[in-house]
């Protein structure tokens, strides 16, 4: 077998743009041959895909799954809505969120993940790209599991069953009746859609956001010129209510818009009599943190027509 060297891997990523490992492996099962290895990546449908790398993928579709005890949601990222609206695109996102419930959160293990005919998933990925001919991006993934209870499910803006641009899951631990239990989590995930918590309850919020909230309420505080004792207990009022907003278990149910997310959790207890406890919960907004590109429609044609 033919020495391979790091500069043969390095001319070959720059002519196909593919990723080192892949590009490594096209000269191995070439000979070291580098137009050979350039056939191999296209032939794999991979030197098409990394062409397109370089475009932002910000639309696309979130996709759960969910089964019982378990529920997993995935984003899978197109450059355009159009796309996000094709049937092929569809179908493999809510195959690739069947195999997150497996893959358990880890991204790494969904894209190696059998798709079928031999495929990854991260190499149907890059076939998909060659087909319908925009860069996607398998992007991250999510999993809940109870012991006992349900992992209830809702998408929002929902295209077709299962696929949206807001995917929520919550994880609810009960022994009681498992339909009450879908029917009141799949309210929670509504409420969650439309809230954007942070954190189920006061105690697991991210120490980093309260702290710096704090810092903001004090300095405010302190610009009433009031003494430090008394900017103290101002700053804990004015926490409460920040924990009326962002955490789950004290928001305002939004289905009533009366009871706090606790309360409704204890009238539920009570009514199937077994106790109701909120584990874990998921929201997967499209595009989330995803920087877009502003694009100049007639550069664009421009810059295609070689001007």
Known sequence: MAEITAAQVKELREKTGAGMMDCKKALIESGADLEAAVDWLRK??????????????AEGLVGIASAGTRGAVVEVNSETDFVARNDQFRSFVSAVAEKALDAKGNIDALKASDFGDGDTVEAA?????????EN????????LEVSDGVVASYVHNQEVPGLGKIGVLVALESTGDKAKLEAFGRQ???????????SVNIDELDPALLARERDVLSEQARASGKPEEIIGKMVEGRLRKYYEEVVLLEQVFVIDGESRVAKAVEGLSKDLGAAVKITGFVRMQLGEGVEREEKDFASEVAAQLGN
């Open 188 to 198: 929670v995930a509504m409420h969650i859609a439309a809230t954007n918590p942070q």
């Open 136 to 143: 996607m991006n398998l992007r991250r993934t999510a999993y």
């Open 125 to 133: 990925v890059s076939k998909l790209i060659g087909t319908i001919g």
């Open 44 to 57: 794999k449908g991979l030197a098409a895909a990394a062409k397109k790398a370089g475009r932002t993928a």
